[in-house]
């Protein structure tokens, strides 16, 4: 059984009288910057000069700074920029400025799990990775709610990583939800596993296949968008409130004796055998070696698909579409 831990488990006195240096203020940077703000944690936010997201952090009532700055005045730093960039800020501007007993904390753990980040022997290591987008995780904190998240540690110099970790998991308010202990592998594996086979990468292909598949023998695109794309949050809201099975016992008979003789013949077992190829993938590091050597060439390859999946036909439909149902927020792509 996983340890989970809760409100009750943490001590955010721990982090009273420390400074936490939160670099970053996209996606979760701003959330954590934030709540930790409204726990009464003294937050600086780390900047490059010239960020997009300096003028939004100081309006929206925080201290920021450089990174350099905000990491040699800061007990914990929390590494809330994007993957591929954080080994070389790393380098140039946190490694230097930590101190002895300092705590280096991520969101995620591909950088110190695939070696691309050292951390000096002196420092505690650790990670809290809300298993959310950032914006959810502050909007929960507003609704007095707070999403789960993973706790990790990967290396324990003062002998209270773990207690340090878990106050911060409760600034941000995950532990108002639950923590469960994990380590960097696994979240790292797990979290590159998910996101490639099933939420990002599978649920994509599945759509785009299912109203491909219907397009070419001659159906309505606006039919087979409704079909393929739009009712697929319906069910998944179904089952995220009550699991697969609630989902079963809300679709028709039909529903369910169509959709649980025919599922497995689409994801059958030539498909769990390529599932199984990923995670290998993953776990030899394969996959992030591709990665990175992809960012170091420019992401050519990234680029190519991005620019694929922006021209695909469902999302000219689907820009139509969505017009009909002007209480959609949209979201912002720019
Ligand atoms: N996105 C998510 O919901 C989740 C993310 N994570 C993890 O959280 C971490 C952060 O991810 P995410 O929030 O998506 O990151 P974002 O892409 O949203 O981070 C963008 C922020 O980083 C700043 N930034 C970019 N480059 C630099 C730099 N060289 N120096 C200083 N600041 C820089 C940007 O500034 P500017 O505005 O100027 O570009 C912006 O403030 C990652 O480890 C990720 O894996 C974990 C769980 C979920
Ligand atoms: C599912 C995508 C994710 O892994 C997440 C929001 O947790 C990510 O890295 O963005």
Request: net charge negative; hydrophobic share 40%; proline share 3%.
């Amino acid at each position: 059984m996983a340890k989970i831990y809760y409100d009750g488990d943490a001590d955010l006195n721990l982090l009273k009288g420390k400074q936490v240096a939160v670099i970053g203020y996209g996606s979760q940077g701003h959330a954590h910057a934030l709540n930790l703000r409204d726990s009464g944690i003294d937050v600086v936010v780390g900047l490059y000069e010239g960020s997009r997201s300096w003028k939004r952090a100081e309006e929206d009532g925080l201290k920021v700074t450089t990174v350099e700055k905000a990491v040699s005045e800061a007990d914990v730093v929390m590494m809330l920029i994007p993957d591929t960039v954080q080994p070389s800020v790393y380098r140039k501007y946190v490694h230097e400025g930590l101190e002895e007993g300092n705590m280096l904390m991520f969101a995620h753990g591909f950088n110190i799990h695939y070696g691309q980040i050292i951390p000096p022997s002196y420092v505690d290591v650790t990670m809290v990775a809300p298993k959310s987008p950032g914006h959810i995780v502050r909007r929960m904190y507003q609704e007095g709610k707070g999403v789960p998240a993973l706790v990790a540690v990967h290396q324990d110099y003062s002998g209270k990583a773990l207690d340090l970790a878990l106050a911060y998991a409760k600034g941000i308010g995950c532990t108002r939800a639950g923590v469960i202990e994990t380590t960097f592998r696994e979240e790292t594996e797990t979290d590159l596993f998910g996101e490639q086979v099933d939420l990002c990468g599978g649920v994509a292909e599945l759509i785009k296949a299912t109203f491909e598949t219907l397009v070419e023998a001659g159906y309505q695109p606006e039919v087979a968008y409704f079909e393929a794309l739009h009712e697929l949050k319906l069910i998944v809201d179904l089952i995220y409130e009550g699991g697969i099975y609630a989902m079963w016992y809300s679709v028709s008979d039909t529903a369910k004796y169509g959709g649980m003789t025919r599922g497995r013949r689409v994801i059958n077992e030539s498909v769990r055998e390529e599932m199984r190829k990923i995670l290998k993938e993953i776990q030899t590091g394969e996959f992030a070696r591709e990665w990175i050597l992809e960012n170091m060439a420019g992401r050519p390859s990234y680029s190519k698909l991005l620019e694929m999946e922006k021209n695909h036909p469902i999302e000219e439909v689907g820009k139509r579409l969505r017009k009909m149902m002007p209480w959609l927020k949209g979201i912002d792509l720019e």
